[in-house]
């Protein structure tokens, strides 16, 4: 499966853009990139996920480099309630197993 | 529509004991997983199953066993329960092969002691 890369941690400020950055230097042709985050003692929520274009839905914002090697994912006003861990994933599109690989995300803090 | 749900949300083991970990879901979903999740980690897939009567293993499979009789059910079995099983376990859907983003529940914490 293809890794991701991912900085341990982040920190912003309340109502402020936050881009976390991820790298998938090795995806292959037909791996989306998901994005999904975990907050304290909950299971992973869905966010976003693209294949090439830019993708935007009312959680965040999916910016995708031109050769797909990285990705990063836009919160346009961070508020507490997104301090969570961030997972980066790829997915291949195609295969009976196919399956999310999780890595160990980023913990993402925001400041009042 | 409540999504994936997951019975026990808390439970506590001793060593050898059995226990079977339920996971149901209401979308119709044909793709149905197994994750478990260690203390500061991320998640490993454990089994997963791609529709009724189709599993397969994961990452970590041993000590585990799985069953898919129905689309909406994918009960975690966990033979002679071990400290290592110490863990929280999600289990999480999607429709099938396509572009999906993957439905979780809300947990189960087992603690081995």
């Known amino acids: 499966d293809a890794k991701t890369t991912q900085p341990n941690s982040m920190e912003s400020n309340e109502e402020e853009p936050v881009h976390l950055p991820c790298n998938h230097s090795t995806i292959s042709g037909t791996d989306y990139i998901h994005w999904y985050r975990q907050l304290p003692s909950q299971g992973p929520e869905y966010v976003i996920h693209?294949?090439?274009s830019n993708v935007n839905n009312r959680m965040a914002s999916l910016a995708i480099a031109e050769d797909r090697k990285s990705s990063t994912l836009i919160l346009h006003r961070a508020t507490l309630r997104d301090a969570a861990v961030y997972y980066c994933?790829?997915?291949?599109?195609?295969?009976?197993?196919?399956?999310?690989?999780f890595g160990k995300g980023i913990t993402l803090s925001v400041r009042p | 529509n409540a999504g994936v749900t997951q019975t026990p949300k808390f439970r506590i083991l001793k060593i050898g004991q059995s226990m079977t970990l339920q996971c149901t879901q209401d979308?119709?979903?044909?793709?149905m997983y197994w994750y478990r999740q260690d203390p500061g980690m991320g998640l490993k897939l454990i089994y997963y199953s791609v529709g009724a009567g189709i599993t397969d293993k994961g990452e970590v499979p041993n000590g585990y066993n799985v069953s898919r009789s129905t689309t909406e059910d994918f009960p975690l079995r966990l033979e002679l329960a071990a400290p290592s099983q110490t863990s929280v376990y999600f289990c999480a859907s999607i429709p099938g092969t396509g572009n999906y983003g993957y439905t979780f529940g809300s947990g189960t914490r087992l603690t081995v002691v």
């Open positions: 979308m119709n979903h044909n793709y």
């Open positions: 994933i790829l997915r291949p599109l195609t295969g009976a197993n196919s399956k999310l690989t």
């Open positions: 693209g294949l090439t």
